[in-house]
């Protein structure tokens, strides 16, 4: 079996999934391995506060600036629409992406810098940052659904939606995963 045939590529031809269980399971190896007193305790309730806060800031900067792209010229030829509203999704899943992983790289740092809990400080960090992840940057329906809404709002269909199999597009909610 060729290692294409593992696994099913997405809109882009790559395997996104792959990428997120590296970074949970290395780092946390990295963490566990450099740090010889590294135990199981929980950090300090100020740690998981500013994790669990800074997970609620990147979360509210998903929502108001991670979905942002330029809309779609009218008038722009329906292939060349849709090739830009790829281009200006993959932008935007990644500007997501990125924001996302924030609390669990300031966590490996953090992870180094305490006495206490330093395992534990990079596990609950990376858990904030799988969700954040799972929440804004996994192609879903809704976020689909979000981004196309953006790329259409000035008139021309991008057909997005209709690119990745979600469905009918901006006109149904995007409230729900």
């Known amino acids: 079996m060729r290692s294409s045939d593992a696994h099913t590529p997405d809109a882009y031809g790559q395997d996104a999934g792959a990428h997120v269980h590296v970074h949970a399971g290395g780092a946390g190896v990295v963490v566990a391995l450099s740090v010889p007193e590294a135990d199981l305790t929980l950090p300090s309730a100020y740690v998981l506060g500013g994790q669990v806060a800074a997970g609620v800031v990147i979360f509210v900067l998903c929502s108001t600036i991670g979905f942002r792209v330029l809309p779609i010229t009218p008038g722009t030829p329906p292939e060349q ?97």
Do not use: C, K
């Open 81 to 177: 629409a849709t090739r830009e509203g790829l281009q200006r999704q993959q932008t935007s899943m990644f500007l997501r992406l990125v924001l996302s992983e924030v609390v669990a790289i300031a966590s490996l740092a953090l992870a180094f810098a305490l006495t206490d809990g330093q395992l534990m400080t990079y596990v609950v960090g990376a858990l904030v940052s799988l969700a954040l992840m799972a929440f804004f940057a996994y192609p879903s329906a809704r976020n689909i659904r979000r981004v196309e809404a953006s790329l259409d709002s000035a008139g021309a269909p991008s057909r997005l939606a209709e690119e990745f199999g979600v469905g009918d597009g901006p006109t149904s909610t995007y409230n729900v995963l």
